[in-house]
């Protein structure tokens, strides 16, 4: 099977993805936008009652996580199955619609939230109306995802895809038990606080996890033209992925019994050894670059220094390096956040919602950038329009992300140390924190400018797709009108 037939399997249900992916962000960073003015001016859009701050802030994370983040993981997962597979998309038309029922759900879950429908457990705000249509879109994406990696040509399993196909199970598995036990058959007391608690964290940690670093173990070395440094790292941060991952989340002090708080923060803990490997592993890739510098007498090639010069050239690889760069700050801000948890110092500020962020944002988001970057231009060889346009997205996102997180986390610790101060009145700690959210507010400024840019960049992309096949089907349609006429035989 060759790679031009692949790739033409998987033309429609990607588009659909992530064209509608991007759209989704956009409207994620509106929203975002709108509750974070909200902190400047409280009477911002308040006689909206479907605008108000308590909507508004879950309708955007649901719009994040469900209408991108899913979207475009799920559209990455399918190529990489494919492509790795060696075997085009099966059933490309149903995993389309699977798409258009994922979206279709998606809208009716925002609309839902934004009219006060919301279930009120982080993350999983949809109502129970909405998350029918979208399981039923994810079991069509989902299984056409399943049925292609069986007909794979190519038997021996690459790493990324133990990390896709245990992705494309582990989400239905998380969903429809957090589904049952909360919204459909709630159970009661302090256990919902523990599944919802459970729930936000396989999906934030464990899914996007297996996802984005699947995504960064093929499209790294491929970028670079080198092989992954070592498969086994790889297995050991899938293992300790999915070991450790799940187990996190809970708060140390949440009134539980303790010693499901104290599993919790040590898993979390432990969630080192992944972080490590990763880093480690794609650290060592980089390295084996050989560089464009002549060979130096008395220094052995694989000691000479990485030039950096072809890190640079690659748009898509910008953002999968800042992605792995920020999972490793997301782990490190996670184990703080356990480790300061005895005292309490951090829990209810504003360095959670800054970690989540950084894993939302600056892990997946920016990963996905690169990936779609990337395959799309495989799928219809054709181009992005303009380079200079993809650079300013990379620049722009990145300084967003930085001016939305570090004054966040910043804040938090402040906002930490004062909570632990008897001699601070809670009001006036809340005042405090005021001016670093409202300086994060910038950072949303350009994290809107970023992804409209995105937009731009794909439907510019698309544009130029469509113009091209109707101009070559409209010459090979009027091919007869303009030949010349020949001589009638004497």
Known sequence: MSVKEINFSCRLPLLVLFIS???????????????????HSPTFLADISWLTYGRVRPAASNAMLYGFCLQAGLGVALWLLAHLGRTPL???????????????????????????????????????????????????????????????????LFVSQWFVFTALFWFPWIYTTAEMLLVARPVRGVAQAIIAWWYADNLLVVWLGLVGIATVFYLVPKLLKVELHS????????????????????????????????????????MVIPLIAVTVNIYA???QIVPKTPYLPGLAPHYLPLDTRRLTLSNSLRFLLFGVFAFFIA??????????????????????????????????????????????????????????????????????IGLLVVPLATGGIIQGFQLMNPTIAPLTVAKNALHFLRVSTLGDL?????????LVNLAGWASGFYRARAAAAFAVMTEDLFKPSEAPAS
């Open 446 to 454: 350009l994290l809107l400018l970023g992804h409209l840019i995105f």
């Open 285 to 287: 890739t980089t390295q």
């Open 90 to 156: 099966a059933g490309r038309g149903l995993a389309t619609l699977g798409a258009a029922l994922w979206n279709l759900g998606v809208t009716i879950g925002v609309g839902g939230i934004l009219g006060g429908d919301s279930t009120g457990f982080d993350t999983l705000e949809m109502p129970r109306y909405a998350v029918v249509i979208m399981f039923l879109g994810y079991l069509v994406l989902g299984l056409w995802g399943v049925i292609t990696f069986h007909r794979r040509a190519q038997r021996t």
């Open 231 to 270: 498969h086994y790292l790889a297995l050991l941060t899938f293992w300790m992925l999915l070991l450790f991952g799940s187990w996190g989340g809970i708060p140390g002090g949440a009134p539980v019994p303790a010693w499901i708080p104290a599993l919790s923060g040590a898993a979390t803990v432990l």
């Open 331 to 400: 782990g490190v801000m996670r184990v703080t956040s356990v480790l300061a948890d005895p005292r309490p110092m951090l829990r209810f500020t504003w360095f959670d919602f800054a970690q989540n962020q950084v894993q939302t944002y600056g892990f997946f988001a920016m990963i996905m950038f690169g990936a779609t970057y990337f395959i799309l231009p495989q799928l219809t060889d054709t181009e992005f329009p303009s380079p200079k346009l993809i650079r300013a997205h990379f620049w722009v996102a990145a300084l967003g």
């Open 21 to 39: 992916a991007a759209i989704w962000l956009v409207i994620c960073s509106a929203l975002t936008l709108i509750a974070s003015l909200k902190f």
